[in-house]
């Protein structure tokens, strides 16, 4: 346990920080999931409903600087290279 006070406000802080970064991970990977889990037979149009909740997620993550914008286009164009296969 800190023993100075700014130590304990750093723990603090670090701990509300991991929270809300294990948060808005389990979102990213969860809103994947979904598109890889729909079934083969599922419209366009909800699978292109599903895409753009990805990029949004994808997109948001990587301003706040939770994941590296390189590393959110490479999630973004793996997401649309799944849609295209589910969609043919």
């Known amino acids: 346990m800190p023993q100075r006070k700014s130590a304990k406000q750093a723990l603090k802080k670090s701990k509300t920080r991991k929270e809300r970064n294990l948060k808005i991970k389990s979102n990213i990977k969860n809103s994947i999931k979904s598109l890889k889990k ?20 994808l997109d948001k993550a990587a301003a706040k600087g939770m994941i590296h914008k390189n590393t959110a286009a490479r999630k973004k164009a793996k997401a649309s290279r799944m849609l295209k296969q589910k969609a043919s």
């Open 38 to 57: 729909a079934p083969e037979k599922t419209e366009t149009n909800e699978l292109k409903k599903l895409l753009g909740q990805i990029y949004k997620v």
